[in-house]
Nanobody, 126 residues
Framework: VQLQASGGGLVQPGGSLRLSCAAS????????MGWFRRAPGTEREFVAA????????YYADSAKGRFTISRDNAENTVYLQMNSLKPDDTAVYYC????????????????????WGKGTLVTVSS
């Protein structure tokens, strides 16, 4: 499975941005897809995830109410709509996927993602 994230950029505080992650390869093996981020000098943190089948979603507290994750199964793409952005949201955002094999072994596990894409930089600044 290959993941390609896009959509990052510079946005003013209070603005919006939509990230996209296109999956290719053995996409039938994906159970969850999610977004993580790493701000300068910090550890990578979970942002949001969605079940590939059924659409169940998970959010970090920092994302609830502002970010929305969605997926388009026909396009093998997951989106992260980010609204009311704050300077603290500045980070490199990474797309990741948990395989079905991993899911059936451990359940949903944000620390057990199997595939990672290269990040896309989001900068929130005036």
């Amino acid at each position: 499975v290959q993941l390609q994230a896009s959509g990052g950029g510079l946005v003013q505080p209070g603005g919006s941005l939509r990230l996209s992650c296109a999956a290719s390869g053995r996409t039938s093996s994906i159970y969850h897809m999610g977004w993580f981020r790493r701000a300068p000098g910090t550890e990578r943190e979970f942002v949001a995830a969605v079940a590939w089948s059924g659409g169940y979603t998970y959010y970090a507290d920092s994302a609830k109410g502002r970010f929305t994750i969605s997926r388009d199964n026909a396009e093998n793409t997951v989106y992260l709509q980010m609204n009311s952005l704050k300077p603290d949201d500045t980070a490199v955002y990474y797309c990741a996927a948990q395989s079905s094999t991993s899911y059936y072994r451990t359940g949903w596990n944000r620390d057990g993602m199997d595939y990672w894409g290269k990040g896309t930089l989001v900068t929130v600044s005036s």
